[in-house]
């Protein structure tokens, strides 16, 4: 029976940068981390060997017998984890908060902190469970602090709390300064991710991760594993990164097999072995990684390590896809929509795959119905729909959704047209360089379309748009030379010749009021193509 002390979903991935592993959490205690009667002690030490929840209830009715002792707080806060848990009785939140009250009531740190948590993420008056949580953390108390910083990195509104990368940092600063390895770690996360990282941080990015695995922290010890075995951003040491691969395995970590796999797969820092991979991938399935039914699902698609054959690929994805894997739901549709595995081609049938993955927020399959709805491909043509799914691509943070949607807004094929808030999504996606965004945007600007601008703004968007090799921007660039005096070419090519490193020169500040830009060329006007609108996602099978 396994004690938890992580579970809050509150967590975030801190931007891809120089590590993508999953940063801290905002951290629920549990008895092992804090119980000292011998009681209570021997109780855990039962409910750890427990393999069922049969064997597991007289542990709870030997807690809970304990626990009508209501003047002992670390009773009822041990008796408030079983109850949040289920751990030997059957799980309740209002049980476990009345437990934890009257600890919390009493003073008891750990049940202030797991209070307060299981108030927010159970519909509790946030501003309240995150002040409890604070008033904890103000004590010193690691756990709590740790907490905090991820609150402040995840962002709490409804608490009053804004996304704050300066505060969490503070925050995990003080945690990591009490020792608690889940700040640390975050800490090294936050300093690496940066960009434009100096030689500085970097350093102090990876001392901190060091700090990490000698603390025996599971994600650092598989991130610095593989980093010391690809030699990715430090000196390679094959011996060290093995054993800290194989430590973090021997600690029960799945995602440590799979990193290894991944080394093994790709030859990062090893001799390349499919077959090696495709044994660890197996090792990884047997203790319920399921998400590496895909891989397999990969290989013998492919003929990686093993023999090709398709039939079992189609397996493979099915297992995957009865665990609900997104990749296996997505692949699934490929092999009904291309006919392979031994099936029919059925657009209809794959069409249900990718709903089944999209509904479980799997965005390559939401883009893929979104295309499918504009398109008509396994199902009518609903423009209103492919918006729908395009814009829950764009709110889980996909590109390729975003642009789809402006496309869509612009275009009007929903039956209304509108520029101004296309014209904001391209502005985004624009300052981040997409190039595609860039060059729809300078169309959208040169023919004052709800975004104004200047001729030189427009220069550089469709110059970058032309340098990735999209032809609409190719020619609109070409047309759009021809429209300027020789004094404004000139000067858009300086322009760009300034700019040419800062996308976000190209965007302009203030948001669209009027339907013409600010600034049009002299010459006479030429029509041009609009900007192709953005293409969905490939298939990815990895």
Not at 21 to 36: C, E, G, I, N, T
Not at 267 to 272: F, L, R
Not at 395 to 401: A, E, L, P, S, V
Request: glycine content about 8%.
């Amino acid at each position: 029976m396994n004690f938890r002390s992580s579970l809050l979903p509150l967590a975030a991935t801190v931007a891809l940068g120089l590590w993508t592993a999953p940063a801290a959490r905002a951290k629920f205690l549990s008895p092992p981390d804090v119980v000292k009667e011998p009681e209570l002690t021997a109780i855990v030490e039962t409910l750890k060997k427990a393999k069922s929840p049969e064997e597991s209830k007289p542990a709870f009715e030997a807690a809970d017998k304990l626990a009508t002792d209501a003047s002992s707080p670390e009773r009822q806060f041990f008796l408030g984890y079983l109850h949040q848990y289920g751990l030997g009785t059957t799980a309740s939140l209002e049980k476990a908060r009345e437990a934890y009250q009257k600890a919390a009531d009493a003073g008891y740190a750990p049940a202030k902190n797991n209070l307060g948590l299981l108030q927010l993420a159970s519909g509790g008056d946030p501003a309240k469970a995150v002040a409890m949580v604070e008033d904890l953390a103000n004590t010193g108390n690691a756990t709590a602090q740790t907490s905090m910083g991820q609150l402040y990195l995840d962002g709490i509104p409804a608490a009053g709390i804004a996304k704050d990368a300066d505060k969490a940092r503070v925050w995990f600063e003080r945690a990591a300064a009490s020792g608690d390895p889940d700040a640390t770690w975050t800490l090294a996360l936050m300093i690496g991710n940066q960009p434009q990282l100096t030689e500085t941080q970097a350093k102090q990015a990876l001392a901190l991760m060091e700090q990490a695995v000698q603390a025996g922290h599971l994600p650092a010890l598989v991130e610095y594993g593989r980093r010391l075995v690809s030699g990715n951003g430090l000196k390679p040491d094959l011996d060290r990164g093995l054993s800290l691969l194989q430590k973090a395995i021997g600690m029960g970590s799945t995602q440590a097999i799979m990193t290894l796999g991944g080394l093994y797969e790709a030859g990062s820092g090893v001799t390349k072995d499919p077959k090696k991979a495709f044994d660890l991938y197996s090792e990884a399935v047997a203790k319920n990684e399921f998400s590496a039914y895909n891989k397999l699902g990969y290989f013998h698609e492919n003929g990686l390590g093993v023999p090709k054959d398709e039939q079992k690929a189609l397996a493979a994805y099915q297992a995957g896809a009865d665990k609900k894997v997104g990749m296996c739901l997505f692949n699934l549709a490929v092999f009904h929509d291309e006919g392979k595995g031994g099936l029919q081609k059925d657009p209809a049938a794959a069409f249900d795959w990718h709903y089944k993955a999209a509904m479980s927020a799997f965005v390559p399959s939401q883009l893929a119905l979104g295309t499918r709805y504009r398109d008509g491909k396994g199902t009518t043509t609903d423009a209103q729909a492919a918006l729908a799914w395009f814009q829950r691509a764009m709110q889980n943070g996909d590109m390729t959704g975003a642009l789809n949607v402006a496309a869509i807004l612009e275009n009007g094929s929903t039956g209304a047209v509108d520029n101004k808030t296309a014209g904001e999504i391209y502005k985004e996606a624009a300052s981040k360089g997409n190039p595609l965004a860039m060059a729809s945007l300078g169309a959208m600007i040169e023919d004052g379309r709800g975004v104004q601008g200047d001729f030189k703004q427009v220069f550089l968007l469709y110059t970058a748009g032309a340098e990735a090799k999209i032809e609409a921007a190719k020619e609109r660039l070409t047309n759009f030379k021809k429209r300027l005096s020789p004094e404004q070419l000139k000067e858009a090519e300086a322009f760009v010749l300034a700019n040419r490193a800062t996308p976000a020169a190209g965007v302009p500040a203030a948001a669209p009021d009027k339907s013409e830009a600010t600034e049009k060329p002299k010459a006479k006007e030429t029509p041009a193509k609009p900007a192709n609108p953005a293409k969905p996602a490939s298939k990815d099978k990895r």
